[in-house]
C-alpha cells in the first residue's frame, strides 16, 4: 500500500474537483522516490490574447495541485521539463510551438504550460 495524494485541477473550465483515481499508477525506484501517474482528459481555459490576430501565439497552461494537504508536507517535482506529447494529436488550426513543465508555490504546484501558433 502506497498513500497518493488527491490532485486537482485549478484551472478546471468544469467545477473544481479532485481528478485522482484509484487506478492510477505509483513507481518507486530503489532510491526510494515515487512518480504518479495520472491520466485522464482535462478541460481548461485560458485567457487569448487576439492582438495579432490572424498571427497570434497562445500559451495555455494546466494547474495541478494537491486537495487539502498543508503546503509544508507536500513537494511536488515534476520529472520532466516538457510536456510528454506520447497521446498527443495536432489540428489544422494550430501548430504546437513548445511546451514546458515548472512548479509554482515553494512546489505545491505544477504547471503543464502548452504554447501554441495559428496555422
Not at 504546437?96 to 512548479?103: A, D, E, R
Not at 509554482?104 to 495559428?118: A, T
Request: proline residues 4%; negative net charge.
Amino acid at each position: 500500500m502506497i498513500w497518493t495524494p488527491q490532485m486537482m485541477l485549478t484551472n478546471s473550465v468544469k467545477k473544481i474537483d479532485r481528478i485522482s483515481e484509484d487506478w492510477h499508477a505509483v513507481s518507486v525506484t530503489d532510491l526510494g522516490r515515487c512518480f504518479y501517474y495520472i491520466g485522464n482528459v482535462f478541460t481548461s481555459s485560458c485567457d487569448v490574447d487576439v492582438t495579432f490576430y490572424p498571427w497570434d501565439k497562445q500559451t495555455c497552461s494546466f494547474e495541478f495541485m494537491p486537495a487539502n494537504y498543508d503546503p509544508s508536507k507536500i513537494k511536488l517535482s515534476p520529472s520532466k521539463r516538457e510536456v510528454l506529447l506520447n497521446h498527443f494529436s495536432g489540428n489544422g488550426a494550430w501548430d504546437l510551438v513548445s511546451t514546458g513543465v515548472k512548479t509554482q508555490l515553494g512546489d505545491y504546484m505544477v504547471l503543464f504550460e502548452i504554447e501554441k501558433s495559428r496555422c
